[in-house]
């Protein structure tokens, strides 16, 4: 069984996926407290060995297989693109330290798309030679979450590295797919947090200089199964699918029945891809609804990983 190590571990969307296809989790790496707590909540896993930058490599048990969500706040347009001039960007040059030492045989790293044009390129092509160095063939692509099965349009760039003995040079990134699950699957039956249309908040938003009573409060409501973003200036609405889920996006609103649900943590995270029976842990333990949604917002899809995981075991070479 390939072990794997689950470093900027976030709440362990990327666990789950590798799980799924038979990878043996041998420990975590994750610093902010509440998400440490959500993480452990749903796996019954304390192994977790804190700041990745700071940790004894000889103290790191031995997995073959490295799967990092590494910060992206510092190469997003949302983080004003700081990049490596920024601690958090840093983070990538412990990681490739850890696998220099640990010679792990594959990876998945996940980012925001916005790291390939950082610095007019510069910074990934860095990333990228670094990894080449130390004896990795590199594989890249940007992957939007709505082709794989979940109602988010969400792109991230996906990089897989394999050591050149294990790779047999065949792998391809997976090809995108239809949802088996309707729009309803993702949605909460119990989620009782409405959004009452005659609120003067969201009236007063309506009549904005962006909005400018486009859309009367009928309209509004006839939108059914619709998504409203709730954006700082102009509404935008989307049919069947949430825009992408991030840390402090908590405006995102859907219509249902005539009425107007606020997206719940619970939702969030069946839209990232979480099975239900981990995702009902966060209302069985009446977690912070705002911090789960934040959570949300910083995980990695299961569903994107899943796919990436299957077509790289596929092209394993000298598989053990």
Known sequence: MIKFFDFCAGIGGGRIALEKNGLECVGHSEIDKYTSKTYELFFDDERNYGDLTKLNILDLPKFEFLIAGFPC??????????GFDDERGKIIYSLIQIMKHMKNKYFILENVKGLVNHNKGKTFNTIKTELEKIGYNIYYKVLNSLDFGVPQARERIYIVGFLKEYDNGNFVFPSKFESNKTFHYFLDSENNTELDIQDKTFQKYLSNKYNNQKFTNDEILGWENCVIDWRQS???????????????????????????????????????????????????????????????????????????????????????
């Open 234 to 320: 102009d509404l935008r609405k989307y049919n069947q699918f949430f825009p992408t889920l991030r840390t402090g996006r908590h405006g995102l609103l859907y219509v249902q029945n005539k009425k107007i649900k606020k997206l719940n943590g619970y939702e969030a995270l069946l839209i990232q891809g979480f099975p239900k029976n981990i995702a009902k842990k966060v209302k069985k333990y009446n977690l912070n609804n705002n911090k789960v949604l934040s959570q949300a917002g910083n995980a990695m899809t299961v569903n994107v990983i899943d796919a990436i995981v299957q077509n790289m075991l596929r092209n394993i070479k000298n598989k053990e």
């Open 73 to 82: 706040q510092t190469f997003s347009i949302v983080g004003k693109r700081a």
